[in-house]
């Protein structure tokens, strides 16, 4: 069987999330970020470690067969890939920024300099909504782009805005894209049962963050109120205990509602209410 070949990141906010959820999915039991390569021949996978601005174009190109990187890089590069399954981490927006007190709107940008280094993502956003600016291509980060006197403003990936404020910028307007980590493929890739077990093991990794495991035992007349707080994906599991008038339940329950759901168990008198962290899962 030929070895699947995916990019991932080795550097930034994607790196040590998108390890840890191929670790969690039964790969890269060897090696770390630092690697350039990585055999992983018990699950027919090669793993390269490049830059994630970089993974895009490798993948478009057909030269990976899947790789990790970011919507923003994605949609940047301009290459012939797509998204395959979002991943559920490394949030992030792609906002323009300007002198406290100098824009209202991203149309006050218009004729001025604005510095990027996401240029394909600016040029394609300033064309689709009619507005002429020069932009400034930077490589790497671009909030002193304004202090330095070569742009007016900016439009840069923002986490938390912490540091646009301590340049002495305010973010404009609403993000012109909402970003996360994303699993990418070649637009033309052929059906491969390689791709769709990695996948469905990515899935996985995220239903299994997403849901806990809830035990409780509740009297057998408040069985059917109690299963509808727990529903699970297709049914609760129902065992019979010693005491006839008690039964033993098992069920999902999405990690967020957890606590909501413990509480009204118990006002409905279930007890020995227990709670499991899912390593990994299928549905």
Known sequence: MEMLRIA??????????????????????????????????????????????DIAIYVGEGTLDLGITGRDMLLDSGSDAKEVLALGFAPSSFRFAAPVGSAKSPADLAGLRIATSYSGLLDSWLTEHGISARVVRLDGAVENAVALGVADAIADV??????????????????LLVSEALLIQRRDAQVNPAVETFVRRLNGVMVARSFVLV???????????????????????????????????????????????????????ARGILVTDIHACRL
């Open 8 to 53: 991932v990141p080795n550097k930034g906010q994607l790196a040590e999330p998108a390890r840890a959820m191929l670790t969690e999915a039964g790969y890269l039991r060897a090696g770390g970020l630092r690697d350039l390569y990585i055999s992983d021949p018990e699950n027919d996978v090669e793993f390269y470690f490049l830059r994630p601005k």
């Open 158 to 175: 923002v986490a938390t805005g912490a540091t646009i404020k301590r340049a002495g910028l305010e973010l404009i307007g609403e993000p």
């Open 215 to 269: 035990d409780y035992d509740i009297r057998f007349e408040s069985l059917e109120n109690a299963c509808a707080i727990t529903p699970g994906i297709e049914s609760p599991t129902i065992s019979a205990l010693h005491d006839p008038n008690w039964r033993a339940v098992r069920a999902m329950v999405p990690s967020a509602d957890v606590h909501r759901v413990m509480d009204e168990l118990y006002d409905l008198g």
